[in-house]
Protein backbone atom coordinates (compact mmCIF):
# COMPACT_ATOMS: atom_id res chain seq x y z
CA UNK A 1 0.00 0.00 0.00
CA UNK A 2 1.33 3.40 -0.84
CA UNK A 3 1.13 6.47 1.16
CA UNK A 4 -1.45 7.87 -1.08
CA UNK A 5 -3.77 5.04 -0.16
CA UNK A 6 -3.00 5.71 3.25
CA UNK A 7 -4.09 8.72 3.55
CA UNK A 8 -7.20 8.17 1.42
CA UNK A 9 -8.09 5.56 3.55
CA UNK A 10 -7.08 7.62 6.85
CA UNK A 11 -9.52 10.88 4.85
CA UNK A 12 -12.27 8.46 4.24
CA UNK A 13 -12.28 7.33 8.23
CA UNK A 14 -12.39 10.82 9.18
CA UNK A 15 -15.22 12.14 7.01
CA UNK A 16 -16.87 8.83 7.98
CA UNK A 17 -16.29 9.67 11.61
CA UNK A 18 -17.52 13.40 11.09
CA UNK A 19 -20.84 12.17 9.34
CA UNK A 20 -21.84 9.30 12.31
CA UNK A 21 -21.50 12.39 14.58
CA UNK A 22 -23.68 14.77 12.51
CA UNK A 23 -26.37 11.80 12.58
CA UNK A 24 -26.18 11.54 16.08
CA UNK A 25 -26.56 15.26 16.33
CA UNK A 26 -29.69 14.84 13.98
CA UNK A 27 -31.01 12.18 15.50
CA UNK A 28 -30.90 14.38 19.38
CA UNK A 29 -32.98 16.99 17.31
CA UNK A 30 -35.13 15.04 15.50
CA UNK A 31 -36.10 12.68 18.77
CA UNK A 32 -36.66 15.96 20.62
CA UNK A 33 -38.74 17.69 18.23
CA UNK A 34 -40.52 14.05 18.06
CA UNK A 35 -41.61 14.41 21.38
CA UNK A 36 -42.32 18.17 21.28
CA UNK A 37 -44.67 17.25 18.43
CA UNK A 38 -46.27 14.45 20.63
CA UNK A 39 -46.90 16.56 23.70
CA UNK A 40 -48.31 20.06 21.85
CA UNK A 41 -51.25 20.73 21.73
CA UNK A 42 -52.14 22.93 18.62
CA UNK A 43 -55.04 24.25 19.70
CA UNK A 44 -53.82 26.66 21.65
CA UNK A 45 -50.40 27.23 20.17
CA UNK A 46 -50.58 31.15 19.12
CA UNK A 47 -50.93 31.69 15.32
CA UNK A 48 -47.89 32.74 14.66
CA UNK A 49 -46.06 29.69 14.81
CA UNK A 50 -48.88 27.46 14.17
CA UNK A 51 -47.38 26.95 10.63
CA UNK A 52 -44.28 26.00 11.71
CA UNK A 53 -45.28 23.84 14.53
CA UNK A 54 -47.69 22.21 11.35
CA UNK A 55 -44.30 22.23 9.45
CA UNK A 56 -42.44 20.64 12.14
CA UNK A 57 -45.22 17.56 12.70
CA UNK A 58 -45.34 16.74 9.27
CA UNK A 59 -41.76 16.62 9.49
CA UNK A 60 -41.67 13.94 12.42
CA UNK A 61 -44.50 12.31 10.69
CA UNK A 62 -42.34 11.56 7.32
CA UNK A 63 -39.36 9.85 9.32
CA UNK A 64 -39.21 6.15 8.84
CA UNK A 65 -40.36 4.19 11.45
CA UNK A 66 -36.36 3.26 11.92
CA UNK A 67 -35.32 6.48 12.03
CA UNK A 68 -38.11 7.80 14.41
CA UNK A 69 -37.16 4.92 16.68
CA UNK A 70 -33.54 5.49 16.42
CA UNK A 71 -34.15 9.18 17.15
CA UNK A 72 -36.23 8.49 19.77
CA UNK A 73 -33.71 5.91 21.67
CA UNK A 74 -31.32 8.66 21.20
CA UNK A 75 -33.06 11.46 23.62
CA UNK A 76 -33.74 8.45 26.30
CA UNK A 77 -30.02 7.26 26.01
CA UNK A 78 -29.02 10.86 27.15
CA UNK A 79 -31.23 11.34 29.19
CA UNK A 80 -33.48 13.87 27.48
Given amino acids: MNVKE ?3 GFMLSQ ?3 ILM ?3 AKLLR ?3 AAAQFVA ?6 LPEKVATEAEVLAESVN ?4 DSLRDALLS ?3 QGA
Fill in 39 to 44: VMDSDN
Fill in 21 to 23: AER
Fill in 6 to 8: TTG
Fill in 15 to 17: EVE
Fill in 62 to 65: ALSE
Fill in 29 to 31: VAG
Fill in 75 to 77: IRR
